[in-house]
């Protein structure tokens, strides 16, 4: 038994990192939990085991960019598990470059998956929650979004309009009983950074984020908090 038992939740970039960490801990909770992601092995690995472990799981490989892939998801959601009742947007991409340097079609491919792809499921999922009053949206941002940092280009871009994104949603939609929150952790030691070297042994690690979101997803009704929730590590990881 868990505190979301009953519930719906969708998780984009299932297949590892966050995403993997965030879909665990709702089954865990007790929620039925759809993973998308573009690598199907990797996304079918981790439903699995989901399953093994006494959980329900539903993996729908997709390409977030894509709108159709969007559309198959919330459809095969709605008829396989049911109405969404939590929205975890942590699919992501990054490429760093300086604004002078900018490639746009990096800058493009970053916008849609980081941005227009969370902003077009959550306004999917949003009609449902304000109906039902009830609703969670989770939407993984970066310190980047938070702070601007020399060099990080569109994926700054894209997560200072996430966090614009979740205010929005927040102001919104709380007096409905919809709750949002932008996570915006720094470094996390993730497929996604690459190869940081010794710098890594300081970084965030994925259950420390997925600590902060499940203390969110399960704190009372009538307690407030953020939209905006930065992580960052004691030390710099980069001294």
Same mark, same amino acid.
């Given at each position: &038994?868990?505190? +979301?038992?009953?519930?719906?939740?969708?998780?984009?970039?299932?297949?590892?990192?966050?995403?993997?960490?965030?879909?665990?801990?709702?089954?865990?909770?007790?929620?039925?939990? @759809?993973?998308? $992601?573009?690598?199907?092995?990797? +996304? #079918?690995?981790? $439903?699995?085991?989901?399953?093994?472990?006494?959980?329900?799981? +539903?993996?729908?490989?997709?390409?977030?960019?894509?709108?159709?892939?969007?559309?198959?998801?919330?459809?095969?959601?709605?008829? /396989?598990?049911?109405?969404?009742?939590?929205?975890?947007? $942590?699919?992501?991409?990054?490429?760093?470059?300086?604004?002078?340097?900018?490639?746009?079609?990096?800058?493009?491919?970053?916008?849609?998956?980081?941005?227009? $792809?969370?902003?077009?499921?959550?306004?999917?999922?949003?009609?449902? &929650?304000?109906? #039902?009053?009830?609703?969670?949206?989770?939407?993984?941002?970066?310190?980047?979004?938070?702070?601007? *940092?020399?060099? &990080?280009?569109? *994926?700054?871009?894209?997560?200072?309009?996430?966090?614009?994104?979740? #205010?929005?949603? @927040? /102001?919104?939609?709380? /007096?409905?009983?919809?709750?949002?929150?932008?996570?915006? %952790?720094?470094?996390?030691?993730? %497929?996604?950074?690459?190869?940081?070297? %010794?710098?890594?042994?300081?970084?965030?690690?994925?259950?420390?984020?997925?600590?902060?979101?499940?203390?969110?997803?399960?704190?009372?009704?009538?307690?407030?908090?953020?939209?905006?929730?930065?992580?960052?590590? &004691?030390?710099? %990881?980069?001294?």
């Amino acid at each position: &038994m868990g505190g +979301l038992d009953g519930d719906v939740a969708v998780v984009t970039g299932g297949s590892s990192g966050i995403g993997e960490g965030l879909a665990r801990m709702l089954a865990g909770q007790g929620a039925a939990v @759809a993973l998308a $992601a573009r690598r199907e092995v990797e +996304l #079918r690995r981790v $439903a699995d085991e989901i399953r093994a472990a006494g959980g329900r799981a +539903l993996a729908v490989p997709a390409d977030v960019g894509r709108d159709e892939d969007l559309d198959r998801l919330l459809a095969r959601v709605q008829e /396989e598990l049911g109405p969404v009742d939590v929205l975890v947007n $942590a699919a992501g991409v990054a490429a760093y470059q300086p604004i002078h340097e900018l490639d746009m079609a990096l800058w493009d491919r970053q916008l849609r998956v980081n941005l227009r $792809a969370p902003a077009r499921l959550c306004a999917a999922v949003l009609r449902g &929650m304000r109906e #039902r009053r009830r609703g969670l949206v989770v939407n993984v941002a970066s310190e980047a979004g938070v702070f601007a *940092y020399a060099g &990080m280009g569109a *994926y700054a871009v894209s997560k200072h309009g996430l966090c614009a994104l979740t #205010r929005l949603i @927040a /102001e919104e939609n709380q /007096e409905l009983g919809v709750k949002a929150w932008a996570i915006c %952790p720094g470094m996390v030691d993730t %497929p996604l950074v690459g190869d940081a070297g %010794p710098a890594r042994e300081r970084f965030l690690k994925v259950a420390d984020v997925v600590g902060v979101v499940e203390t969110l997803l399960l704190q009372d009704d009538n307690v407030k908090m953020g939209p905006e929730i930065l992580i960052r590590t &004691m030390r710099n %990881p980069w001294a």
